[in-house]
Nanobody
Framework: QVQLVESGGGLVQAGGSLRVSCAAS????????MAWYRQAPGKERELVAR???????NYADSVKGRFTIYRDNAKNTVYLQMTSLKPGDTAVYYC???????WGQGTQVTVSS
């Protein structure tokens, strides 16, 4: 069974940086575009960033220039590097494997002002 396991969330002050990771239970990265979504309390889940199998990326306007998504196929892991964090980035961040339509369990990111 394919599983996605996120890690790296936590509490950071505004302006700080954080990296979250998503590891697959087996090698699915060669055929899956991977994405990070986030959901803040009382809000709908939204796409943050996406990376295709060949490394092409796209980002939500709210994070462009601050967040970077990248993948390491050898490690079956996708990362989201977050910089210049704002309190508005506070949310649970979820990893998503598009072809298999599988979600990770989520990792909490809290940005204090």
């Amino acid at each position: 069974q394919v599983q996605l396991v996120e890690s790296g969330g936590g509490l950071v002050q505004a302006g700080g940086s954080l990296r979250v990771s998503c590891a697959a239970s087996r090698s699915i990265f060669s055929i899956n575009a991977m994405a990070w979504y986030r959901q803040a309390p009382g809000k709908e889940r939204e796409l943050v960033a996406r990376v295709t199998t060949w490394g092409s990326t796209n980002y939500a306007d709210s994070v462009k220039g601050r967040f970077t998504i990248y993948r390491d196929n050898a490690k079956n892991t996708v990362y989201l590097q977050m910089t210049s964090l704002k309190p508005g980035d506070t949310a649970v961040y979820y990893c998503f494997a598009e072809l298999h339509k599988i979600w990770g369990q989520g990792t909490q990111v809290t940005v204090s002002s």
